[in-house]
C-alpha cells in the first residue's frame, strides 16, 4: 500500500491492491497495530511519503485520522465507528477495482464514513 501525506491540502492520499485493503480493513477492525506503507514509494505531486499506518483504540466517539512528520498516518477511534471505517474499506477492497483513495484529515468528520449495516 501507498501513502501519502499532502499537508498544504490537509489530505491523506491511500491506494493498494484489494488484498492490501482486505488487510488494512482487517486492521482497522480489530482496533489496534501496525501495517507498513511502501518506503520507497514516488509521488509526482510532492506527497510526503508514508511508511506506517498505525491504529489504536480511543474513546472518542469518531474516527480521527492524522498524519505527522514522523511518516505514521494514525487512525483512532471507539470501537463502533472503527468498524464503519473497516467496513467501508472492505467494501474498497471487493469493488471492481481497488484505486487510490483522498481523505481530508483537517474534518472532525469524514462524510465518507457511512454505516452501511441494516
Request: charged share 15%.
Amino acid at each position: 500500500m501507498k501513502a501519502f501525506l499532502y499537508p498544504a491540502f490537509g489530505e491523506v492520499d491511500l491506494s493498494g491492491t484489494a488484498g492490501e485493503y482486505h488487510a488494512l480493513a482487517a486492521l482497522v477492525a480489530a482496533g489496534s497495530g501496525t501495517q507498513a506503507a511502501e518506503p520507497d514509494a514516488t509521488d509526482a505531486f510532492g506527497g510526503t511519503v508514508l511508511t506506517r499506518i498505525q491504529v489504536s483504540t480511543s474513546a472518542n466517539s469518531l474516527v480521527l485520522i492524522s498524519a505527522g512528520a514522523d511518516g505514521i498516518l494514525q487512525i483512532s477511534g471507539a470501537p463502533d465507528p472503527l468498524a464503519i471505517l473497516a467496513s467501508n474499506f472492505e467494501a474498497m477492497a471487493t469493488a471492481e477495482k481497488a484505486a487510490t483513495y483522498t481523505s481530508t484529515t483537517s474534518q472532525i468528520t469524514h462524510t465518507w464514513i457511512q454505516d452501511q449495516r441494516v
